[in-house]
């Protein structure tokens, strides 16, 4: 497929034949959290990526202690290869795929299609939920090259007007025309106003999957990024409302087609649409 780093990704074939590898710890993130308790791939753990991820008191994620433990309450070490997979086209996955890089963890990969692929292809789902050793965990540190943060998206702003950065919305088009605040039958909830960062190129994340949920071929996903402007040249920030769709788009970029300075707002729409003082647009660019 022509990826920059094609060891990211497994199939649904290699999930299947490393099942009872000890050295694989199998993870489903959902949406919908509790899919996961009708059934899942035999040996997978839930993950709830509100509860296990966000610190319950403070804006922000869980510190490093906190998923130190979190990781070996699952029986994850620092040498398992962790393999992520969800609904929703792996949103979900692919958000929990940004944390971990941005924890420091070494192997982790996506399950190519997610769980969609999975059951289409009628491979066995169980709801025993599994129990593992303790694993030992260290995190090495933290990569804030990946994530961006308000203040810093404010200066991109000036990037993107000089030509040396570039944002990409990844929501859908009415979100990013200003005429909803969520995705089309989704509550409308979340952000007070409407519309999109100022010079923010609409991308939307669907754009870079096949009908079965996996990846399109790299040469396809550079048609549909390089014409807009979204080149390997340019400091790169993408958000969504959340940031699990932003972490599908971030993920193509960074490690199917190898952009090296691409960053996740994880403030995304929710912050940037509720903070005082920052500019908005409406309509199309």
């Known amino acids: 497929m022509g990826y920059a780093h094609p060891e990211v990704l497994v199939s649904t074939d290699w999930v299947a034949s490393h099942l009872n590898d000890p050295q694989v710890r199998v993870l489903e993130v959902d949406e919908d959290i509790l899919l996961y308790d009708t059934g899942h791939v035999p040996g997978a753990l839930k993950v709830d990526w509100q509860k296990d991820f966000w610190d319950p008191v403070v804006r922000d994620f869980i510190d490093e202690e906190a998923f130190a433990k979190l990781m070996e309450r699952w029986g ?6 962790v393999v992520l997979y969800g609904d929703k086209n792996n949103w979900w996955a692919a958000y929990a795929f940004w944390f971990f890089k941005y924890n420091g963890h070494k192997d ?3 399950m190519n ?3 969609q692929k999975w059951v289409e292809e009628g491979r066995p789902l169980s709801t025993e939920v599994p129990s593992y050793p303790p694993g030992r965990y260290e995190v090495p540190y933290r990569d804030e090259s990946i994530r961006a943060y308000r203040d810093e998206v404010l200066q991109h702003i000036l990037k993107v007007k000089e030509g040396r950065g570039v944002l990409v919305d990844v929501r859908s088009p009415e979100e990013y025309r200003g005429e909803l605040t969520h995705m089309p039958n989704y509550p409308q909830e979340g952000a007070l106003r409407a519309g999109h960062i100022p010079g923010a190129k609409n991308i939307p994340w669907a754009r870079a999957v096949n009908p079965d949920g996996t990846f399109k071929s790299a040469e396809e996903l550079r048609a549909i990024y390089e014409p807009l402007g979204v ?3 340019k400091e790169v920030v993408v958000y969504c409302r959340i940031a699990e769709r932003s972490s599908h788009s971030w993920f193509v970029l960074k490690y199917l087609l190898g952009y090296g300075k691409v960053k996740n707002y994880d403030g995304s729409w929710t912050e940037w649409g509720n903070a005082v003082r920052l500019p908005i647009a409406k309509g199309e660019e």
Request: glycine share 14%; proline share 0%; charged share 35%.
């Open 113 to 115: 299609g997610g769980r």
């Open 231 to 233: 080149t390997k040249d």
């Open 76 to 81: 994850i070490s620092n040498d398992t290869t």
């Open 108 to 110: 982790v990969r996506l």
